[in-house]
């Protein structure tokens, strides 16, 4: 697996930073978000070091995908309710206008009782 040695993320994959972890597998980490800014927040992090979205290739999509997959599954796990009355968010921000500060391309799943605002989105 690729990591980058002054990445943040790359660090939590190989154990050098410690993290709340939610789900791990061979190509994908999730771990809860250190600042969390609803009930139940978590990302959804890829093994292998993409710094952002735009420099996904094809050769990623099947990652992608499974990252997509597994939010629901997990957001219910933490505890997001299911069906239309509950739910969750999904977000990934991409590069400094898009809102992105770590450059490991991640994302960010939101859950729980409302009231809740994520920063500059709502
Ligand atoms: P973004 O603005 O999309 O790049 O978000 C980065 C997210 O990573 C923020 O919500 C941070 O709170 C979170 N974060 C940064 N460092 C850590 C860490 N060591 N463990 C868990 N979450 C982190
Ligand atoms: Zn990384």
Same mark, same amino acid.
């Given at each position: 697996?690729?990591? !980058? ?10 154990? !050098? ?43 990623? *999509? ?15 796990? !933490? ?17 400094? !206008?898009?809102? *992105? ?22």
């Amino acid at each position: 697996m690729r990591h !980058q040695a002054d990445c943040i993320f790359c660090k939590i994959i190989l154990g !050098q930073i410690p993290c709340k972890k939610v789900f791990e597998d061979e190509e994908v980490l999730a771990f809860h978000d250190i600042h969390p800014v609803a009930p139940i927040h978590f990302l959804i992090i890829p093994k292998k070091h993409i710094a952002m979205l735009a420099e996904a290739t094809l050769d990623d *999509q099947a990652i992608l995908g499974k990252m997509m997959c597994l939010a629901p599954k997990l957001a219910e796990e !933490q505890g997001a309710e299911p069906g239309r009355e509950g739910g969750f968010k999904v977000i990934v921000n991409n590069g400094a !206008q898009g809102g *992105q500060e770590v450059y490991h391309m991640h994302m960010h799943v939101l859950a729980g009782s409302r009231p809740w605002k994520v920063p500059g989105l709502g």
